[in-house]
């Protein structure tokens, strides 16, 4: 009996513990031109450290881990939804809290 009560305990600690982590994301430059390095920055997201990216472009998703910048280079001109999907820093990962985060980007 003492052994549920522990491990309910210690369940609840873990989730009291962990924050959920926030997907957030700037880019640059702001006008993007097709064959030209687009800079992205998810210094703004919280708890997180790891960080799926998905580009809208059909290139295959890029997944860093620890807070790094990525770039990349749209080949044509268009509209794109680029994705960032975030896990968090101590491996749980919460449902609750932003996981997500999407800009339509224009490319000249």
């Given at each position: 009996m003492k052994k549920l009560i522990f491990l309910f305990t210690g369940?609840?600690?873990?989730?009291?513990c962990s924050k959920a982590p926030e997907s957030c994301f700037s880019y640059s430059p702001a006008t993007i031109s097709a064959g030209s390095i687009v800079t992205f920055n998810p210094n703004c997201s919280k708890n997180a450290s790891s960080f799926k990216w998905n580009f809208g472009d059909n290139t295959k998703d890029t997944t860093l881990y620890n807070n790094n910048l990525v770039t990349h280079i749209y080949k044509t001109a268009g509209n794109y939804t680029?994705?960032?999907s975030v896990g968090g820093k101590?491996?749980?990962t919460l449902k609750k809290g932003k996981l997500e985060k999407s800009l339509t980007i224009?490319?000249?």
């Amino acid at each position: 009996m003492k052994k549920l009560i522990f491990l309910f305990t210690g369940t609840s600690l873990l989730n009291s513990c962990s924050k959920a982590p926030e997907s957030c994301f700037s880019y640059s430059p702001a006008t993007i031109s097709a064959g030209s390095i687009v800079t992205f920055n998810p210094n703004c997201s919280k708890n997180a450290s790891s960080f799926k990216w998905n580009f809208g472009d059909n290139t295959k998703d890029t997944t860093l881990y620890n807070n790094n910048l990525v770039t990349h280079i749209y080949k044509t001109a268009g509209n794109y939804t680029v994705k960032l999907s975030v896990g968090g820093k101590d491996g749980v990962t919460l449902k609750k809290g932003k996981l997500e985060k999407s800009l339509t980007i224009f490319v000249h």
